[in-house]
C-alpha cells in the first residue's frame, strides 16, 4: 500500500509559477511510475504529466508541454511538479498518482495507476 500527500496548491495570478510535490509513504523507487493529473469543476480529470521510476523517462499533455516540469527524489520518495507560465485554464485540483510499474505507457491514463493522494486545489486568477 502507497499512500501519496499533495502539496504545494494555492492561488496564483496567470504567468506565475507553482511547485507541487507529492510525498509517498514507502520507497517508491524504481519500481513505480508516478503522474499527475487534473480535474476542473464540472470536466473530466486528465493527465497531466508522468515519469518512469527511473526518472529517465517522461510524458507530458500537450497543454503542459513547454510550461510543466515533472521530476523525482528517489531517495526523499517524492515526485514534483513545476508549473510556470499558469493559465485560468490550469485551474483544478491536482492529484499525483503512482503505477505498479516502472514504465510509461504510449497512452497514460488514470486507469493505470494503483495509488491516488487527496489532491491539491490550483487556482490561476486573471
Known amino acids: 500500500q502507497v499512500q501519496l500527500v499533495e502539496s504545494g496548491g494555492g492561488l496564483v495570478q496567470a504567468g506565475g509559477s507553482l511547485r507541487l510535490s507529492c510525498a509517498a509513504s514507502r520507497r517508491t523507487t524504481s519500481g513505480y511510475a508516478m503522474g499527475w493529473f487534473r480535474q476542473a469543476p464540472g470536466k473530466e480529470r486528465e493527465f497531466v504529466a508522468a515519469i518512469s521510476g527511473s526518472g529517465r523517462s517522461t510524458s507530458y499533455a500537450d497543454s503542459a508541454k513547454g510550461r510543466f516540469a515533472i521530476s523525482r527524489d528517489n531517495a526523499k520518495n517524492t515526485v514534483y511538479l513545476q508549473m510556470n507560465s499558469l493559465k485560468p485554464e490550469d485551474t483544478a485540483v491536482y492529484y499525483c498518482?503512482?503505477?505498479?510499474?516502472?514504465?510509461?505507457?504510449?497512452?497514460?491514463?488514470?486507469?493505470?495507476?494503483?495509488?491516488w493522494g487527496q489532491g491539491t486545489q490550483v487556482t490561476v486568477s486573471s
Open positions: 498518482a503512482a503505477r505498479s510499474a516502472p514504465y510509461l505507457s504510449a497512452y497514460p491514463s488514470g486507469d493505470e495507476y494503483d495509488y
